[in-house]
């Protein structure tokens, strides 16, 4: 899961995601593309409305994506079409590149930071949704 920070969007789906799939099986991780948020905790309101809904995320720290990464997982989520690029543009071989998409498919989620509680709330549902799709295709 990957996002511009690493502090809202793509800790919520990493902590959505590990919720719905056994760490036995499955290594869900998240990153971001630029480093200012490097080492730090989800925003506030990412853990709080994680924790509305029984997951949490207060032990996770924003660290940057890697190019190991793309060895490390079979699939790279991204939270929106920036992002999209900037990871895209770090592959390098058409195998890595074939691994990332966005989580909505065609559609960005809103990045909330800006925003308030309810903002959070929304990218929650748009996350959970996405994650339970993940979740249907990875079983099914």
């Given at each position: 899961?990957v996002?511009?920070?690493?502090?809202?969007?793509?800790?919520?789906?990493?902590?959505?995601?590990?919720s719905?799939?056994?760490?036995?099986?499955?290594?869900?991780?998240?990153?971001?593309?630029?480093?200012?948020?490097?080492?730090?905790?989800?925003?506030?309101?990412?853990?709080k409305?994680?924790?509305?809904?029984g997951?949490?995320?207060?032990?996770?720290?924003?660290?940057?994506?890697?190019?190991?990464?793309?060895?490390?997982?079979?699939k790279?989520?991204?939270?929106?079409?920036?992002?999209?690029?900037?990871?895209?543009?770090?592959?390098e071989?058409?195998?890595?590149?074939?691994?990332?998409?966005?989580?909505?498919?065609?559609?960005?989620?809103?990045?909330?930071?800006?925003?308030?509680?309810?903002?959070?709330?929304?990218?929650?549902?748009?996350?959970?949704?996405?994650?339970?799709?993940?979740?249907?295709?990875?079983?099914?």
């Open positions: 899961m996002c511009l920070g690493n502090i809202c969007r793509s800790p919520l789906a990493e902590g959505v995601l590990k719905k799939l056994s760490s036995t099986h499955f290594h869900i991780d998240s990153a971001a593309t630029a480093s200012f948020h490097i080492g730090k905790s989800p925003d506030h309101r990412s853990i409305v994680a924790a509305d809904h997951i949490d995320i207060s032990h996770q720290k924003a660290r940057a994506f890697k190019l190991e990464d793309f060895n490390l997982f079979d790279i989520y991204i939270m929106d079409s920036n992002n999209l690029k900037i990871i895209k543009q770090l592959a071989t058409l195998e890595q590149s074939n691994k990332v998409s966005l989580i909505l498919e065609n559609e960005d989620v809103p990045d909330p930071y800006y925003g308030d509680e309810s903002d959070f709330k929304i990218v929650f549902e748009l996350l959970n949704e996405a994650c339970e799709k993940i979740k249907f295709d990875l079983i099914n």
